[in-house]
Structure formats: structure tokens, C-alpha cells
């Protein structure tokens, strides 16, 4: 649980501090070349879900994210969950959760500045909350993945009802 707060918070932290330098620094929709127009800071405030995929609907991306956060943190208490690799997802997770949370409660939408794409091929503009919740929910499915494996350990084989009885 401790790795999960610490990790939670320093994402919530670098959030917070790269929108507040956005806000500060870039006027909105000004696009800043950073990597020869692969990737861009593009200061737009998003209204809907992640990487701006919905539009609209604040009160329910709120909801939302409460729901993810009591979520989160009922599933870090489960001692199966409490595990370093579980510790890292879950708190990603919830770092870009309360993050993207908070913009939305304050601000009434999310700051989004990192622009990535070739020529107008661009991917939707997205936040370190993002980038959190993204990494968090790969490598949690992924270790949920693991999990679900069948173990192909033949001292884990036991006989079925078809196997023949032994004489």
C-alpha cells in the first residue's frame, strides 16, 4: 500500500506541476515544435474523457473518476493485490486518476499539452495523468493476465473423472 501512495503521489505531483507550468506558459492552442513536429506541447483544455476521445458529460467524467479512485483503493487492500508490480500499476492508476480529477473539479476541464503525431496524423493531445492511467492499466492487465494463465506444471496435474483408475 505504501508503494502505491508514494507512486500515486509523485504522478499527482508531476501532473499538477507540468499543468500549472502549461497554464503559466503556453497560450492555448499555440503549438511548441518539440522533436521536428513529432511531438508538440499544444496547451487545449479537454472537456471529455482521456486523450479527448468524449466530449461533454463533466459531471460524469467526475463520477467516474471517484468511482475509479474507491475502486482502486478497495483492490489495494486485497492481499492478493498487494504485491510491488500490483503496488505500481494500481498507483499510476490512481495518480492520473485524482490528477485528471482534480482538473475537472477546479477547472471544469483537463489541461492537455503533449501533442503527438507526423504532419496532421496527430494523436489526441494528452497529460502526464493520461500517460499514468495508460501505463497503469496496460501493465494491470497484463499482471491480471499472468494471473489467469493455467499453470502447465505436471505437478499441478490431478486426475480427472475420466482418468482411469490406478489397479
Do not use: C
Amino acid at each position: 500500500m505504501r508503494r502505491l501512495i508514494v507512486i500515486a503521489l509523485g504522478i499527482l505531483g508531476l501532473d499538477l506541476a507540468t499543468k500549472f507550468l502549461v497554464v503559466r506558459m503556453l497560450p492555448l492552442n499555440a503549438p511548441v515544435p518539440v522533436a521536428d513536429g513529432l511531438i508538440r506541447l499544444l496547451h487545449v483544455k479537454n472537456f471529455g474523457s482521456a486523450f479527448g476521445l468524449v466530449q461533454g458529460g463533466r459531471l460524469f467524467f467526475i463520477a467516474f473518476s471517484l468511482l475509479s479512485i474507491i475502486l482502486i483503493t478497495a483492490l489495494a487492500r486485497q492481499h492478493r493485490y498487494r504485491t510491488r508490480a500490483f503496488g505500481l500499476s494500481l498507483g499510476l492508476i490512481l495518480g492520473g486518476a485524482i490528477g485528471n480529477l482534480f482538473d475537472r473539479v477546479f477547472f471544469g476541464a483537463v489541461t492537455d499539452f503533449i501533442d503527438m503525431g507526423i504532419g496532421s496524423h496527430r494523436w489526441p493531445t494528452f497529460n502526464v495523468a493520461d500517460i499514468g492511467v495508460t501505463i497503469g492499466v496496460l501493465f494491470l492487465a497484463t499482471l491480471l493476465l499472468r494471473q489467469a494463465e493455467p499453470s502447465h506444471d505436471a505437478t499441478d496435474a490431478r486426475p480427472s473423472d475420466s482418468d482411469p483408475v490406478p489397479r
